[in-house]
């Protein structure tokens, strides 16, 4: 199993310029997370989808928006960056349920907006 | 919505020495509280939790105690290692189904000198 892979795993972007970040989980569960990480302050949610089909806007929606294509696969679409995105962007999958909720991460996006 | 502080920010220590973590959190209805270790450029990882109907739990050299009354809970390590150096964070949710939507502490970068 490779658990959760995220692509790409560094980017440097315009502003202005869109983006997808992709995120794939193999161990078939129901929810996804999309988190970013800035220098000093601990993770912050941005979206969620608790199961294929649905979306939830997290602390820090604005300037994002995702896609759950399928029970394995969530994206991240920044439209038109903007420098204040600079960060490490981390997606995430649980089971959510009695099989268990431990959170399970990518290993990160670094993502910089010049 | 729930506002989770973590102390300290850094903390060195001597190999072979006890650190401790702290967190307080806001919200009396969050129930579930994870610890994650991040390392240098990896990934966060889950190294122990706890839920509100216990008051300690230990995972070998790791530990965590909650206080409900006062809204606190920590992390204990004890026998520290140069290994155990990374960053800390901790978390808080309602549930432990909603751990995915967990508010994080801004972490507490942890140095064990050889």
């Known amino acids: 199993n490779a658990g959760v892979t995220q692509t790409p795993k560094f980017q440097v972007l315009k502003t202005g310029q869109s983006m997808t970040l992709q995120c794939a989980q193999d161990?078939?569960?129901?929810?996804m997370y999309w988190y970013r990480q800035d220098p000093g302050m601990g993770l912050r949610l941005i979206y969620y989808s608790a199961s294929e089909g649905t979306t939830d806007k997290g602390e820090v929606p604005n300037g994002y928006n995702v896609s759950r294509l399928n029970k394995r696969e969530f994206s991240l679409r920044l439209e038109s960056a903007a420098p204040s995105q600079t960060s490490v962007y981390f997606c995430?999958?649980?089971?959510?349920?009695?099989?268990?909720?431990?959170?399970?991460f990518g290993e990160g996006s670094w993502l910089t907006v010049v | 919505g729930e506002n989770v502080e973590q102390h300290p920010s850094t903390l060195s220590v001597q190999e072979g020495d006890s650190a401790v973590i702290k967190c307080t959190y806001s919200?009396?209805?969050?129930?579930?509280f994870p610890w994650y270790k991040q390392e240098l450029g990896k990934r966060p990882q889950l190294i122990i939790d706890i839920r509100s109907n216990v008051g300690e739990k230990k995972d070998q050299r790791i530990a965590v105690t909650l206080n409900k009354t006062a809204k606190h809970f920590s992390l204990h390590i004890t026998e520290t290692q140069p290994e155990d150096s990374a960053v800390y964070f901790c978390a808080a949710s309602k549930g432990a189904t909603n751990a995915g939507k967990s508010t994080f502490g801004d972490g507490t970068t942890l140095t064990v000198k050889p």
């Open positions: 995430a999958s649980s089971a959510s349920d009695r099989a268990g909720n431990t959170i399970y």
């Open positions: 161990m078939n569960h129901n929810s």
């Open positions: 919200d009396s209805a969050s129930n579930y």
